[in-house]
């Protein structure tokens, strides 16, 4: 059982930025690919980012609209996964989630949500013009 909680989010002007943290409880962290997914009113959840266990090289991989300008990143010893966005836009508004999937490699399905079993309780994110 993994138990994710998530910090950080708020309100902030377009073209600032925010980190995202997601704290996870457990011995066996290192061994998820971690996720970030977004919600925003009305529409449905849709992946942002993700990042590979070690054993999967830690790579990371994200959705094209926000490319160069959010990075994901873990820290194993803190058994932590990491949300930078920045130059957030106003389309970037929305519940931010990160989820813990248990294949340590990539394979394109881990874009789709329901490939990850363990999720945060979600914060939002609002991006002001």
């Known amino acids: 059982q993994v138990q994710l909680v998530q910090s950080g989010g708020g309100l902030v002007q377009a073209g600032g930025s925010l980190r995202l943290s997601c704290a996870a409880s457990?011995?066996?962290?290192?061994?998820?690919?971690m996720g970030w997914f977004r919600q925003a009113p009305g529409k449905e959840r849709e992946f942002v980012a993700a990042?590979?266990?070690?054993?999967?090289?830690?790579?990371?991989y994200y959705t094209d609209s926000v490319k160069g300008r959010f990075t994901i990143a873990r820290d194993n010893t803190r058994n932590t996964v990491y949300l930078q966005m920045n130059s957030l836009k106003p389309d970037d508004t929305a519940v931010y989630y990160c989820a813990a999937a248990s294949s340590s490699y990539w394979w394109p399905g881990l874009r789709l949500s329901d490939k990850y079993t363990y999720w945060g309780q979600g914060t939002q994110v609002t991006v002001s013009s």
């Open positions: 457990g011995r066996t962290f290192n061994s998820y690919t």
């Open positions: 990042i590979t266990s070690s054993a999967g090289g830690g790579s990371t």
